[in-house]
Protein backbone atom coordinates (compact mmCIF):
# COMPACT_ATOMS: atom_id res chain seq x y z
CA UNK A 1 0.00 0.00 0.00
CA UNK A 2 1.49 3.32 -0.90
CA UNK A 3 2.09 6.38 1.74
CA UNK A 4 -0.77 7.80 -0.11
CA UNK A 5 -3.26 5.64 0.07
CA UNK A 6 -2.25 4.49 3.32
CA UNK A 7 -2.97 8.07 4.32
CA UNK A 8 -5.93 8.17 2.82
CA UNK A 9 -7.05 4.68 4.45
CA UNK A 10 -6.34 6.40 8.30
CA UNK A 11 -7.99 9.48 7.51
CA UNK A 12 -11.01 7.48 6.77
CA UNK A 13 -10.73 5.08 10.06
CA UNK A 14 -10.54 8.13 11.93
CA UNK A 15 -13.47 10.01 10.37
CA UNK A 16 -15.48 6.89 10.72
CA UNK A 17 -14.51 6.93 14.44
CA UNK A 18 -15.07 10.78 14.82
CA UNK A 19 -18.76 9.78 13.48
CA UNK A 20 -19.36 7.48 16.13
CA UNK A 21 -18.12 9.33 19.02
CA UNK A 22 -20.76 12.22 17.94
CA UNK A 23 -23.52 9.50 17.75
CA UNK A 24 -23.22 7.98 21.06
CA UNK A 25 -22.91 11.17 22.02
CA UNK A 26 -25.80 12.25 20.36
CA UNK A 27 -27.65 9.31 21.81
CA UNK A 28 -26.81 10.14 25.29
CA UNK A 29 -27.45 13.95 24.78
CA UNK A 30 -31.26 12.45 24.18
CA UNK A 31 -31.23 10.83 27.57
CA UNK A 32 -29.68 13.38 29.77
CA UNK A 33 -32.11 16.20 28.53
CA UNK A 34 -35.52 14.69 27.47
CA UNK A 35 -38.97 16.49 28.30
CA UNK A 36 -42.27 15.31 26.76
CA UNK A 37 -44.35 18.12 25.72
CA UNK A 38 -47.76 16.45 24.75
CA UNK A 39 -47.11 13.85 22.32
CA UNK A 40 -43.94 15.53 21.37
CA UNK A 41 -40.44 14.93 22.81
CA UNK A 42 -37.92 18.14 23.42
CA UNK A 43 -34.15 16.76 23.54
CA UNK A 44 -31.12 18.39 22.24
CA UNK A 45 -29.42 16.05 20.27
CA UNK A 46 -29.71 17.88 16.77
CA UNK A 47 -27.07 20.06 18.27
CA UNK A 48 -24.53 17.40 19.09
CA UNK A 49 -25.17 16.10 15.38
CA UNK A 50 -24.79 19.40 13.83
CA UNK A 51 -21.41 19.96 15.68
CA UNK A 52 -20.38 16.68 14.32
CA UNK A 53 -21.58 17.80 10.57
CA UNK A 54 -19.49 21.09 10.79
CA UNK A 55 -16.48 19.28 12.00
CA UNK A 56 -17.14 15.99 9.35
CA UNK A 57 -18.90 17.51 6.71
CA UNK A 58 -23.15 17.00 5.63
CA UNK A 59 -22.81 13.43 4.66
CA UNK A 60 -21.24 12.54 8.02
CA UNK A 61 -24.51 14.83 9.75
CA UNK A 62 -27.03 12.66 7.51
CA UNK A 63 -25.26 9.42 8.21
CA UNK A 64 -25.12 10.35 12.29
CA UNK A 65 -28.73 11.52 12.24
CA UNK A 66 -29.76 8.12 10.59
CA UNK A 67 -27.73 6.52 13.45
CA UNK A 68 -29.49 7.95 15.98
CA UNK A 69 -32.96 7.57 15.47
CA UNK A 70 -32.08 4.20 14.80
CA UNK A 71 -30.87 3.86 18.26
CA UNK A 72 -34.00 5.73 19.42
CA UNK A 73 -36.65 3.14 17.41
CA UNK A 74 -34.88 0.43 18.80
CA UNK A 75 -34.60 1.33 22.63
CA UNK A 76 -36.81 3.95 24.17
CA UNK A 77 -39.34 5.28 21.80
CA UNK A 78 -42.70 4.54 22.05
CA UNK A 79 -44.16 5.94 18.45
CA UNK A 80 -42.65 3.35 16.55
CA UNK A 81 -42.02 3.92 13.03
CA UNK A 82 -44.10 7.39 13.39
CA UNK A 83 -41.66 8.53 15.60
CA UNK A 84 -38.32 7.39 13.43
CA UNK A 85 -39.76 9.64 10.85
CA UNK A 86 -40.57 12.28 12.53
CA UNK A 87 -36.87 12.14 14.66
CA UNK A 88 -34.73 11.55 11.43
CA UNK A 89 -36.35 14.45 9.42
CA UNK A 90 -35.85 16.92 12.57
CA UNK A 91 -32.31 15.76 13.08
CA UNK A 92 -31.03 15.41 9.38
CA UNK A 93 -32.72 18.81 7.89
CA UNK A 94 -31.14 20.71 10.66
CA UNK A 95 -27.63 19.22 10.67
CA UNK A 96 -27.35 18.65 7.05
CA UNK A 97 -28.18 22.21 6.07
CA UNK A 98 -26.27 24.07 8.62
CA UNK A 99 -23.21 21.99 7.24
CA UNK A 100 -23.90 22.27 3.51
CA UNK A 101 -23.84 26.13 4.36
CA UNK A 102 -20.81 25.98 6.22
CA UNK A 103 -19.16 23.93 3.41
CA UNK A 104 -19.24 26.69 1.08
CA UNK A 105 -18.55 29.32 3.49
CA UNK A 106 -16.36 28.18 6.50
CA UNK A 107 -16.46 31.48 8.33
CA UNK A 108 -18.19 32.81 11.36
CA UNK A 109 -20.82 34.48 9.12
CA UNK A 110 -21.42 30.84 7.51
CA UNK A 111 -21.88 29.58 10.31
CA UNK A 112 -24.85 31.59 11.53
CA UNK A 113 -25.67 31.62 8.33
CA UNK A 114 -26.00 27.72 8.17
CA UNK A 115 -27.76 28.15 11.71
CA UNK A 116 -30.74 30.44 10.47
CA UNK A 117 -31.16 28.44 7.34
CA UNK A 118 -31.30 25.00 9.60
CA UNK A 119 -33.58 26.30 11.87
CA UNK A 120 -35.98 27.83 9.20
CA UNK A 121 -35.86 24.60 7.45
CA UNK A 122 -36.20 22.06 9.78
CA UNK A 123 -39.67 24.30 11.47
CA UNK A 124 -40.93 23.84 7.95
CA UNK A 125 -40.26 20.44 7.12
CA UNK A 126 -41.22 19.18 10.66
CA UNK A 127 -44.78 21.70 10.19
CA UNK A 128 -45.49 19.75 6.41
CA UNK A 129 -44.83 16.09 8.41
CA UNK A 130 -46.72 17.06 10.89
CA UNK A 131 -49.86 17.52 8.57
CA UNK A 132 -49.24 14.35 6.62
CA UNK A 133 -48.12 12.03 9.01
CA UNK A 134 -49.76 12.93 12.50
CA UNK A 135 -52.87 12.73 11.05
CA UNK A 136 -52.36 9.04 9.87
CA UNK A 137 -50.32 8.36 13.71
CA UNK A 138 -53.11 9.97 15.95
CA UNK A 139 -55.89 9.28 13.85
CA UNK A 140 -57.68 11.98 13.76
CA UNK A 141 -58.42 14.67 10.57
CA UNK A 142 -56.32 17.06 9.21
CA UNK A 143 -57.74 20.33 10.45
CA UNK A 144 -57.30 18.87 14.23
CA UNK A 145 -53.71 18.78 13.33
CA UNK A 146 -53.92 22.30 11.54
CA UNK A 147 -55.71 23.78 14.76
CA UNK A 148 -52.55 22.93 16.84
CA UNK A 149 -49.92 24.47 14.30
CA UNK A 150 -49.97 28.01 16.47
CA UNK A 151 -49.98 26.82 19.79
CA UNK A 152 -48.12 23.23 20.13
CA UNK A 153 -46.09 22.57 16.37
CA UNK A 154 -44.55 25.59 15.45
CA UNK A 155 -44.17 27.11 18.93
CA UNK A 156 -41.97 23.64 19.79
CA UNK A 157 -40.54 23.31 16.66
CA UNK A 158 -39.15 26.94 17.20
CA UNK A 159 -38.35 26.42 20.57
CA UNK A 160 -36.09 23.49 19.99
CA UNK A 161 -34.48 24.98 16.90
CA UNK A 162 -33.19 28.34 18.87
CA UNK A 163 -32.17 25.65 22.05
CA UNK A 164 -30.00 23.52 19.48
CA UNK A 165 -28.86 26.74 17.71
CA UNK A 166 -27.76 28.44 20.67
CA UNK A 167 -25.96 25.00 22.08
CA UNK A 168 -23.73 24.63 18.63
CA UNK A 169 -22.56 28.42 18.90
CA UNK A 170 -21.60 27.93 22.60
CA UNK A 171 -20.24 24.55 22.36
CA UNK A 172 -18.76 24.34 18.32
CA UNK A 173 -15.66 26.16 18.78
CA UNK A 174 -14.29 24.03 21.82
CA UNK A 175 -15.22 20.75 20.73
CA UNK A 176 -13.70 21.24 17.32
CA UNK A 177 -10.51 22.36 18.79
CA UNK A 178 -10.30 19.36 20.95
CA UNK A 179 -10.94 17.52 17.52
CA UNK A 180 -8.44 19.17 15.82
CA UNK A 181 -5.77 18.97 18.88
CA UNK A 182 -6.38 14.71 18.45
CA UNK A 183 -4.00 15.51 15.31
CA UNK A 184 -7.27 13.07 14.04
CA UNK A 185 -8.14 15.27 11.14
CA UNK A 186 -6.44 17.65 8.95
CA UNK A 187 -5.61 21.22 10.44
CA UNK A 188 -7.05 24.60 8.85
CA UNK A 189 -4.46 26.02 6.23
CA UNK A 190 -5.00 29.30 8.16
CA UNK A 191 -3.96 27.11 11.65
CA UNK A 192 -0.56 26.82 10.39
CA UNK A 193 0.27 29.79 9.28
CA UNK A 194 1.55 32.16 12.68
CA UNK A 195 -0.83 34.88 13.54
CA UNK A 196 -0.13 38.16 14.75
CA UNK A 197 -0.74 39.23 18.55
CA UNK A 198 -3.61 41.76 16.86
CA UNK A 199 -5.24 38.92 15.00
CA UNK A 200 -5.22 36.47 18.11
CA UNK A 201 -7.11 39.11 20.51
CA UNK A 202 -9.48 39.67 17.59
CA UNK A 203 -10.19 36.16 17.37
CA UNK A 204 -10.41 35.59 21.21
CA UNK A 205 -13.16 38.68 21.78
CA UNK A 206 -15.04 36.94 18.68
CA UNK A 207 -15.08 33.85 19.97
CA UNK A 208 -16.38 35.69 23.43
CA UNK A 209 -19.14 37.34 21.52
CA UNK A 210 -20.13 34.37 20.15
CA UNK A 211 -20.56 32.37 23.36
CA UNK A 212 -22.22 35.83 24.78
CA UNK A 213 -24.86 35.37 21.87
CA UNK A 214 -25.32 31.85 22.20
CA UNK A 215 -26.00 32.13 26.02
CA UNK A 216 -28.87 34.56 25.50
CA UNK A 217 -30.30 32.72 23.40
CA UNK A 218 -29.96 30.02 25.05
CA UNK A 219 -31.94 31.53 28.10
CA UNK A 220 -34.17 33.46 26.18
CA UNK A 221 -35.06 30.16 23.92
CA UNK A 222 -35.48 28.16 27.54
CA UNK A 223 -37.72 31.08 28.80
CA UNK A 224 -40.15 30.99 25.80
CA UNK A 225 -39.84 27.01 26.28
CA UNK A 226 -41.64 27.41 29.51
CA UNK A 227 -43.34 30.38 29.31
CA UNK A 228 -45.36 28.81 25.55
CA UNK A 229 -45.18 25.47 26.11
CA UNK A 230 -44.79 24.84 30.33
CA UNK A 231 -48.81 23.76 30.78
CA UNK A 232 -48.05 20.66 28.88
CA UNK A 233 -44.67 20.21 29.85
CA UNK A 234 -43.76 16.53 31.60
CA UNK A 235 -40.94 13.89 32.44
CA UNK A 236 -39.48 12.16 29.25
Known amino acids: MSHIHRGRYTSYIHRSV ?6 ALAYAAMFAFRFNVSFLTFDVKDAVVTIGGLILGPIAALITSLLVAVLELITVSDTGWYGFVMNFASTATFSVVC ?12 AIAGLVA ?19 YMGVPRTDVAAL ?3 LLFPFNLVKGM ?35 AAKRKRLWISLAVTVVGLL ?16 ISAG
Open 163 to 197: VNASLVLILYKPVSRVVRATRWLPRPMHATTPVDP
Open 118 to 136: ALVSMVTVMMTLNLLVTPL
Open 99 to 110: SLVYVYRKKLLG
Open 149 to 151: IPT
Open 18 to 23: LLAVFA
Open 217 to 232: LLVGAVCAFFLLLGGQ
